[in-house]
């Protein structure tokens, strides 16, 4: 593509315009926008990039060690991989309300993010994958009305706590067009077609507490999931897929026995920008298919349902 291949030639010179010898940290969370920040700025500065990748136990199976193989083996990006997965899940543990946990995972976030920043000497620039229609919902929120349907989990803040200038090299991109950037920069497409996957990761799609135990049960129950939909073709199809744990055991019969597990609910949606949504109308034989995989591969589920709301009134996430 053409004009993203000036448009990554022009961002790389201002970047170091911007940067000049100065040093820069980028969070990274596993997702396409923090993603192709730090390759372009990486291709920008080499080495004067280091990014920090907190894992905080609240990730998708084997997502973490697929963002360090990428990052740091694969780019040779140096790469501060912070295992704060105990600090969180401790944290949050026992905690019911939907927006204390949102707030809790945020604040954390920040002090890890920040504690981890001052290990390395501090910076003169944070970089952050901030998409234009981030730019614009920011500035619409400030004058319109003040309801917050969900905390929303981003480093804000962070820049001024720390001193830093900011590097936001996508403010003027949206989502498809920082795909075709990845795919420019040369990122593989698996990656670059991710769906997308909310800062505070699994446990807003584990409504009622979560545990240790919960958490893996839900991403045994997701991975199926997943897998089913891209052996249909239908990953790219979706706008997001995930599975939620409920909070609510059933009686159900597994041979001669009798069991009490957890329900786990599936989502699907389409959508142009999470905005709104509709839900995805999957056939009834895909559905069958993937309750069965799911309650006979996942100890500690017995049953399936599947949520057919949209957005408006339904949020995409259970939380
Ligand atoms: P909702 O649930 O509000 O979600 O309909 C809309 C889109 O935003 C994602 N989402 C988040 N993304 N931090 C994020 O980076 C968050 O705290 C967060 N909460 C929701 C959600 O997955 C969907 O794509």
């Known amino acids: 593509d053409w004009t993203m291949a000036a448009f990554k030639e022009q961002a790389i010179e201002e970047i170091r315009a911007k940067v000049g010898s100065g040093r820069v940290i980028c969070g990274l969370s596993g997702g396409v926008d923090s993603s192709v920040a730090a390759v372009l700025i990486h291709e920008a500065i080499g080495d004067q990039l280091t990014c920090i990748f907190v894992d905080h136990g609240l990730l998708r199976m084997n997502e973490a060690e697929e963002v360090v193989a990428m990052f740091r083996d ?14 969180f899940i401790d944290a949050l543990e026992g905690e019911l309300d939907p927006e204390v946990k949102r707030k809790t995972i945020g604040r ?3 002090e890890t993010f920040e504690a981890e920043a001052k290990k390395l000497g501090g910076a ?8 234009y229609p981030d730019v614009i ?9 003040s309801v917050t349907i969900k905390s929303h989990h981003n480093v804000g803040g962070l820049p001024e706590r720390m001193n830093m200038k900011l590097v936001e090299p996508l403010r003027e991109l949206f989502k498809d067009e920082v795909r075709v950037l990845g795919r420019e920069l040369g990122l593989p497409e698996q990656f670059v077609g991710r769906q997308p996957f909310p800062g505070p990761g699994l446990a807003i799609r584990c409504p009622g507490g979560i545990t240790r135990a919960k958490l893996e049960i839900l991403r045994q129950a997701d991975a199926i999931y997943l897998d089913e939909i891209r052996k249909a073709g239908l990953y790219d199809t979706i706008w997001q897929a995930f599975a939620v744990l409920l909070p609510v055991q ?10 009490y597990e957890f329900v786990c609910a599936l989502r699907a949606v389409t959508s142009v920008d999470g ?3 509709d839900f995805y109308p999957f056939d009834m034989t895909f559905l069958g298919n993937t309750a069965t995989r799911i309650i006979n591969e996942v100890k500690g589920i017995n049953r399936v349902v599947y949520d057919v709301t949209s957005k408006p009134p339904g949020t995409i996430e259970w939380e």
Request: proline share 4%.
């Open 108 to 110: 954390l976030f920040i």
């Open 124 to 131: 003169d620039f944070l970089a952050q994958g901030t998409l």
């Open 250 to 259: 059933t009686v159900g019969v597994m041979g001669d026995g009798r069991t």
């Open 137 to 145: 919902e920011s500035v619409s929120f400030t004058g319109g009305p």
């Open 74 to 87: 694969h780019y040779n990006i140096p790469l501060v991989h912070v295992e704060a997965q105990d600090l």
């Open 275 to 277: 905005m709104t949504a």
